[in-house]
């Protein structure tokens, strides 16, 4: 029987799929006036058939046919009454959850499955979906003839598709007994094994099939895999005890919705979904360890299809490490080169400090060969900056606070003092800098955007404000020269002496520090602001085309949470660096919803170049958007799609603009761009000039603030992009999820 909580429960689900199924078939109809006439319930009546006395005057095609509706309410209103006068309830102990759970069973029986009203509203509602013309004279099976209703609804798909399955219980008796069309490609043992699943998937591979449909847990899609890789789209209906793989549905009922979908000619993105399964051995010890064993094609619709469980760095750990292996390989002739200084920025401190044999042998072979090691230790102290050091890190660019600077050039890294356009630490570390220490400070921009440049200048700007703070001239100009070329054993430059690269900077003062010359072994290339040798473009057509968004759709925009409290990106002005932060949202029907009065924001990162259709899903806390979206191409270090927003429409608009463009940024509001800056080169660089692009990125910072209210103390840009970087703490997100910095693995972002 159906309790009364269960049936409410019920009745929600049902409701909002009867709403998508209505706005689906509204959206499909063949002609536009199709879907009014299903609701006007009309039908073609001829006078003969007529149950009511026919007006000479009338049409046979009739608006509002009501006769069947009428006859299924009296025959409800009977069964109702006869229903409770057998059983008697008011003399039976029966409670009132069990008194509703059998007249609404009885209801739902006589209303749905007796009622020829219903079915023939239910067939035309599916001709529409199929863009089909509406059929005025559509009939409901006639159970007094002998049809069967249950075959009737079942005639409208089974001879869309067809089934090749094995003999007997490997799908042929299931084929058999719901009358479905089906063949049988392979004869199983009596008592089946993996062997004939996996010859049964052979002859899948070999004769073009479309669709996998397959029963089981982690271990089946591990054999489904073994066999058809990535060749073949799947469907997983969920009956093991383990399931951690997300090819599965939700349920056996949610797999069978999305097969249907994809019968019905609904169009789907095929992406790629994790094959993993967990340790036996290691779970029989109380250690949860999943282990990634590849990829599965899976049609992709959100509500029907499971998320991934949380995962340990392990899962990936064969994939990282074919990955790693190659890297080193290729780098083992090109470190020898001259024109490679070093190993530029080791952002995995983790890996060094767990002493991980891949990350070693990348230093190691640049050591061995006498190459400098950049580092990147952001809120590394104690013993794990000791090993990081140990490591082989010669400098580190991530200090932000003067006990890291300290800590840094005790251990004899060079610091690179940063003033970037998101990350400000410079001011901050001045106090640290004295006569004992600073040949040791280097100067650094990282990621210094044109309008900053044009604004504030360069590294003139640093030296600037070093001045201005206190720090002389000769110290200043040594750590943006001297320093640099000692600390990177470039021994033909630095200074000012007989046998070195004549590279000079001609300052009219050491105070503003405005540059009237530049010259370059010699040569003078700039005077007064103009270049002075002639420029040439380059056909970008090798590095363009670069963002891939096919398999990618706006429902893949959907975030579900199980709870209100979630684990939210804090976001800091003034750096990178971010904060894992509890905090309470707002739900819809377990969807997120974007709240004004709440500080938190759905931000999204989609895999932009092999078409995976992957997206990651994640809340940020301080980037005050409060209207629109704003998308980039620009994402350290994976350069993925991250686009942040308050709504599926605007987020999917500045998506697409993005995409139209060949990368770039861009900023919607209302379902319209207001900003946008194309960046055609790989998705990250421009083709205009730096003028122009400072012209451009100014608006688009402008707008960001002042149309969409994104909070002023940040660069709406470039701190966004570095929101995907997961090698600075605490959280960031990826296309993968969200990514914990300090516990080394992805997590869920459900705090309860």
Known sequence: MIKVEKFKEIKDEVEQAVEELFEFAKNNEKDKNDYYLFLANCYYVPKEDDKIEYIESYSEYVIDYSIDRLIDYDRIAFLTRYI??????????????????????????????????????????????????????????????????????????????????????????????????????????????????????????????????????????????????????????????????????????????????????????????????????????????????????????????????????????????????????????????????????FMDFNAVIQKDDIALDKILLARNHKKIIDGHSPNLFGKDLNAYVCGGIDTDHECSTLKEMEDRISRGIYVQLRQGSACHNLKALIPGINEFNFRRCLLCSDDRQPKTIFEEGHLEYHLKTLVRAGISPVKAVAMATINVSDCYGLKDRGMIAPGKRADLVIFDDLYEFSVSSVFILGEEVARDGNYLRETKRYDISEVSDTVHLDNFKKEMLQMRLKSDNIFAIEMIAGGVLSKKTKIKVKRDNELFVFDKDIDACKCAVIERHHNTGKVGLGIIKGYGIKSGAIAASVAHDSHNIICIGVNDDDMYTAIEKVRENGGGFALARDGKILESLSLPVAGLMSDLSGEEVSKRLLSLHKKAVNELGVNESLEPVMSLTFMSLTVIPEIKLTARGVFDIFENRFIDIEAE
């Open 84 to 345: 409770n006068s057998y059983y008697s309830f008011s003399e039976l102990d029966k409670t009132t959850d069990e008194l509703e759970a059998v007249t609404i069973e009885m209801m739902i029986y006589t209303h749905i499955w007796e009622a020829d009203n219903f079915l023939k509203q239910l067939k035309q509602i599916l001709n529409l979906c199929l863009n089909k013309e509406y059929d005025w004279k559509v009939k409901a099976p006639n159970s007094e003839n002998g049809e069967s209703k249950q075959k009737f609804i079942r005639e409208e798909l089974k001879d869309k598709f067809k089934i090749y399955t094995a003999s007997g219980l490997m799908g042929e008796d299931e084929c058999k007994e719901l009358g479905l069309n089906y063949e049988v490609v392979y004869n199983s043992a009596e008592k089946s094994s993996v062997t004939d699943s996996k010859e049964l998937l052979k002859y899948f591979l070999e004769n073009d099939i479309e669709l996998i449909f397959f029963v089981g847990g982690d271990g089946t899609a591990r054999d489904v895999y073994s066999v058809i890789e990535d060749k073949i789209a799947v469907i997983g209906v969920p009956a093991g005890v383990k399931i951690h793989s997300p090819v599965y549905g939700n349920t056996p009922e949610q797999a069978g919705s999305l097969l249907f979908e994809v019968i019905n000619g609904v169009e789907l993105p095929v992406i790629e979904k994790d094959v993993v399964d967990i340790d036996e051995d290691a779970f029989r010890n109380d250690r949860v360890e999943v282990r990634l064993y590849g990829y599965l094609k899976v049609p992709f619709d959100q509500r029907y299809l499971q998320n991934k469980k949380s995962q340990t760095p392990q899962s990936d750990s064969d994939a990282q490490v074919s990955i790693a292996c190659d890297i080193i390989d290729d780098m083992k002739d090109d470190i020898l080169s001259d024109e490679v200084l070093g190993l530029g920025e």
